[in-house]
T-cell receptor, first 111, second 113 residues
């Protein structure tokens, strides 16, 4: 079983839609969770960072962690064409050496 | 600040050839990483370094070598290139442990034929 699993998509939505992107993880010891955004032919960049359970909001973006079900989500409100990218969830590996990434979900927001 | 820079941007290698992917950062970060990204497969860690002179293997180190003689530079060496090494390679750095934000370079697209 992969440590972090993510539906690869692609996910296509109309502009203005609410988008839900999801990941599951296997190791209950994971506590820190990140969402990286990767535009086509670019390196990933950090979008949001959450610790343990609960929600964190930043503008149109909300990150949610449910430790009981080992489920992490990223919600995008009022999605824009500029949100079209691949979104990768990530968590520091057990030894905190580096990040373990999900496979990424490709999002396309249609104008 | 240039951030994390990688050269070359693109490269085509023949099977059995060798090459070095260059990576440099100007943020005085201690941690540096090499990842490869295959289509639809996310990022896999090849090697990482927690400081000059200290390197360790990641998830997929076979066929690669690294060195870290300075804080700024973290080159990745491919020996005896194989088609399975066709991928996009990303270098990244962070101030300290991966709990800190990782900054990624623009990537090197490598094709081995």
């Amino acid at each position: 079983q992969k440590e972090v699993e993510q539906d690869p998509g692609p996910l296509s939505v109309p502009e203005g839609a609410i988008v839900s992107l999801n990941c599951t993880y296997s190791n209950s010891a994971f506590q820190y969770f990140m969402w990286y955004r990767q535009y086509s032919r670019k390196g990933p960049e950090l979008l949001m960072y959450t610790y343990s359970s609960g929600n964190k909001e930043d503008g149109r973006f909300t990150a949610q962690v449910d430790k009981s079900s080992k489920y992490i989500s990223l919600f995008i409100r009022d999605s824009q064409p500029s949100d079209s990218a691949t979104y990768l969830c990530a968590t520091p590996d057990t030894g905190r050496r580096a990040l373990t990434f999900g496979s990424g979900t490709r999002l396309q927001v249609q104008p | 600040n240039a951030g994390v820079t990688q050269t070359p941007k693109f490269r085509i290698l023949k099977i059995g050839q060798s090459m070095t992917l260059q990576c440099a950062q100007d943020m005085n970060h201690n941690y540096m990483y090499w990842y490869r990204q295959d289509p639809g497969m996310g990022l896999k860690l090849i090697y990482y370094s927690v400081g000059a002179g200290i390197t360790d293997k990641g998830e997929v180190p076979n066929g690669y070598n690294v060195s870290r003689s300075t804080t700024e530079d973290f080159p990745l060496r491919l020996e005896l290139a194989a088609p399975s090494q066709t991928s996009v390679y990303f270098c990244a750095s962070s101030y300290s442990s991966p709990l800190y934000e990782q900054y990624f370079g623009p990537g090197t697209r490598l094709t081995v034929t």
